[in-house]
């Protein structure tokens, strides 16, 4: 069923739908993961149109043309960054998740960076396990560059546990 989804940049129409997408995928996870005060926790608006216009976000986009997942990436000096990657659990296991990140892998490669890098719960089936099924590792404390190191530091001060940063040499 796959054939009838389409991953394209996402328009700005799209953008006031995302954090939807993001809260639904955000409610999969058991409190003991995330704490429901951060569940509604979203990408800002701001953040979304400046990825928007920059052509860094992407969605997935329902065989009806609804997004229904999304993802979007920053650029770094030799890493880019995926900054969040959802989509809505009624239209998971679609493998809609692989091609935003395929979406994600080919502009950071056009962009000449070195890796795609992100940070994600270690343990949960669809983060770490997912990601390393994809060729991602996880990084060594000691292999964090500043920008990882600060993120993971900001995750973890609001209570996350488990986050671990891995990177996907491109």
Request: hydrophobic share 45%; charged share 25%; net charge positive.
């Amino acid at each position: 069923m796959t054939r009838h989804y389409r991953i394209e940049p996402a328009q700005p129409v799209h953008l006031p739908l995302l954090p939807d997408i993001e809260r639904a995928a955000a409610a999969l996870f058991p409190a003991s993961v995330i704490p429901p005060a951060l569940r509604q926790g979203v990408v800002s608006q701001l953040r979304l149109e400046q990825a928007q216009a920059e052509r860094r976000l992407w969605v997935a986009l329902s065989p009806r043309g609804e997004p229904v997942g999304f993802a979007l990436a920053e650029p770094g000096v030799e890493a880019a960054f995926l900054v969040e990657l959802d989509v809505h659990p009624d239209h998971q296991r679609q493998g809609l998740g692989r091609r935003l990140i395929a979406a994600a892998i080919d502009w950071a490669r056009a962009g000449g960076h070195r890796n795609l890098t992100l940070t994600t719960f270690e343990h949960v089936p669809w983060n770490g396990p997912f990601y390393a099924r994809l060729g991602f590792r996880r990084l060594a404390e000691a292999e964090l560059d500043e920008r990882l190191a600060r993120q993971l530091a900001g995750e973890r001060s609001l209570g996350l546990k488990d986050r671990v940063a891995m990177a996907l040499a491109l």
